[in-house]
């Protein structure tokens, strides 16, 4: 079972419950079977130090990735953390969708490039009826 945990500090309006429902497609659509996932909306400014610390880089951003186990081979009983994705509604606005699946990508080892952008058209396409139903 793949476990998700949202924490909407964002002071926007977000639907957790389209959230965990996308995140789940897209990470069984990846060969995902169980695993424990964060997914935190915030505000520009906590986005903003998260990219400071992390990456060196004094801006406010859509999307950060922290990767845990990602797809990596794990010892038989020891569940897989893949870590967090963290969303700023101050810059993407109702337009979550779209970062959440990149933030994704990137917790299984994507990088940027063609190859990532069309997986993320692909999987926002066919998940499109999943989020709805959520």
Do not use: Y
Not at 15 to 34: M, Q, S, T, Y
Not at 71 to 99: K, N, S, T
């Amino acid at each position: 079972m793949i476990e998700v945990e949202v924490d909407n500090r964002s002071g926007s309006n977000v639907d957790a419950g389209a959230a965990v429902a996308l995140a789940r497609h897209v990470l069984v659509a990846e060969g995902v079977a169980a695993g424990d996932l964060g997914i935190a909306f915030v505000r520009g400014e906590e986005i903003r130090e998260l990219k400071r610390e992390h990456l060196g880089i004094d801006e406010e951003t859509d999307v950060l990735s922290f990767p845990i186990d990602g797809l990596e081979p794990l010892p038989d009983g020891i569940p897989r953390q893949l870590g967090d994705v963290v969303i700023c509604p101050d810059v993407v606005g109702a337009e979550w969708r779209w970062p959440l699946v990149h933030g994704l990508l990137h917790l299984l080892g994507h990088e940027h490039g063609a190859a990532m952008e069309a997986r993320e058209r692909e999987l926002l396409a066919v998940a499109a009826d999943a989020v709805a139903d959520a």
